[in-house]
């Protein structure tokens, strides 16, 4: 019986695939979110309006807006390694025929396994939250059942993708 579940070595290089292209796809992800947090760092008008109690200030000749605009564009402009805009576009049009299983799959690899560590602010307490199977689920609202259905047929679809598997029946 346990040497019908033992995966073969071909299956175990398809999967640690997929995990990679899972990883590249957070990766590019979190690259786009870093230009967003850069974007909203500069200074505004209404910013520096309420900065001087809404009397102008007096120009310095200096202007930050170009500085950060260039920083942005350099960092937008930045070449991406070619496979993690693949694994970016792959897992993104598989998201569009099965956006459950591409989240289960971020959620996966992105949490599982982990520990994170808050403080409770009123009672000082420390609470350690350990990123297991039913803490994912709860995360995605689902059973922790659906959520390991949803891993491995998300691991499957992408495992075709890559070119390991050939099309399963439905």
């Not at 289960?104 to 990123?131: M, N, S």
Request: charged letters at 30%.
């Amino acid at each position: 019986m346990a040497e019908q579940n033992r995966r073969t070595a071909e299956q175990r290089r398809a999967r640690e695939a997929a995990q990679r292209e899972v990883d590249r796809f957070i990766a590019y992800l979190q690259g786009l979110d870093t230009i967003d947090q850069i974007a909203h760092q500069g200074r505004s008008i209404m910013g520096m309006w309420a900065d001087f109690e809404g009397k102008p200030p007096s120009g310095s000749g200096f202007s930050g807006f170009c500085v950060l605009a260039d920083k942005l564009e350099k960092i937008r402009m930045r070449n991406m390694p070619a496979e993690f805009t693949r694994a970016y576009e792959r897992l993104r049009t598989m998201a569009a025929k099965s956006p459950l299983c591409v989240e289960a799959l971020v959620v996966d690899r992105f949490y599982r396994g982990r520990t994170k560590i808050a403080i409770d602010p009123f009672t000082e307490q420390r609470h350690e939250i350990h990123w297991n199977d039913p803490a994912c689920a709860q995360l995605l609202g689902c059973s922790v059942k659906v959520f390991q259905r949803r891993v491995s047929k998300g691991y499957s679809q992408l495992e075709y993708r890559l070119g390991f598997r050939e099309a399963e029946a439905a």
